[in-house]
């Protein structure tokens, strides 16, 4: 039986739920506003959220001094290779891994758990050694390949409970009209995976779009910077830092991960949908 909320009970969720969009969403309008601020409006003492006389400068200078277009487009292909790469490797991985049901199964998916124990800093002078060795330090598919080999365990880990997730019977059902194994991953198991395979390339390109450190440390050269390298280059030696132009520079990197997301958010909601429904 469907139990009734009271007026006030409902008037207090949405008062609870304005207030924590609020939170979340002021830090992202103050540095909105901040980019459309001049200089002389940036450094008063008591700044109004509302920038008086908006201006597009702030924009020109991270797309013409700071170099943001060239380090974005970078990011975008290190980004987009890292989050292919990274479903193309653990999407089988992870099929093995929840039907094959052997010793070293269990063994792998513990090691997956441990892998992510390790922090950044215990990991990036043996990345570095290795990929010294290849040749492929200075390099983005370098970094594609530390930022799949970074990306993969969460992946796999995900994509395997997914997988868990599907009944064998279906399968089973599949084999027993003759479809071949082939046949049955790809029109039965690979669209009942599309939540999975869609949160997976999400958490893969927006972990690398936003990854700094390992992009410090194995690329050199400032024509192949990503955008999060460029924006700490905002702050001046002295720690003087641009305020306007960082803003938006900030503002601007951000619409890539919205967008992607946009994209994928409809194909998310869908396959889970359709998993619930054929499940």
């Known amino acids: 039986m469907r139990t009734r909320t009271s007026p006030w009970s409902r008037a207090l969720q949405y008062l ?11 830090p992202l309008l103050w540095m909105l506003s901040t980019a459309f601020k001049g200089p002389r409006e940036l450094v008063e003492l ?19 001094s700071q170099g943001l277009a060239r380090s974005a487009l970078n990011s975008l292909i290190v980004a987009t290779s890292a989050a292919i790469l990274t479903v193309m490797v653990s999407l089988p991985a992870a099929y093995a891994l929840a039907r094959l049901r ?20 215990l990991l990036v002078i043996p990345l570095f050694l ?8 200075n ?12 990306s993969l365990p969460f992946a796999l880990w995900m994509l395997q409970g997914f997988v868990r997730s599907i009944p064998r019977e279906l399968e089973e059902a599949a084999a027993c009209d003759g479809a071949t194994r082939w046949q049955t991953l790809r029109q039965i198991v690979v669209p009942l995976l599309a939540p999975g395979v869609v949160a997976a390339t999400l958490f893969a390109f927006v972990s690398a779009w936003n ?16 955008v999060p390298v460029t924006l700490a ?18 503002f601007l990197s ?26």
């Open 233 to 250: 280059r905002f702050v001046g030696i002295q720690g003087v830092v641009r305020l306007g132009p960082l803003a938006a520079g900030a």
């Open 46 to 64: 008591h700044p109004s959220l509302w920038p008086e006389h908006p201006t597009l400068d702030n924009f020109v200078t991270a797309f013409t």
């Open 102 to 121: 052997t010793r070293l199964g269990t063994v792998a998916i513990g090691w997956i758990l441990v892998s992510q124990l390790f922090p950044f800093i």
């Open 139 to 150: 390099t983005l598919p370098g970094l594609v390949l530390v930022y799949v080999v970074w």
């Open 211 to 226: 990854e700094f450190f390992f992009a410090l440390v194995i690329l050199q050269d400032p024509e192949k910077a990503t």
């Open 16 to 26: 609870a739920l304005l207030g924590y969009i609020g939170f979340l969403g002021f």
């Open 254 to 279: 951000t619409l890539p991960s919205l967008i992607v997301f946009g994209l994928l958010q409809r194909r998310l909601t869908s396959g889970l949908l359709a998993g619930a429904v054929k499940g």
């Open 130 to 137: 290795i990929l010294k060795r290849l040749e492929l330090v």
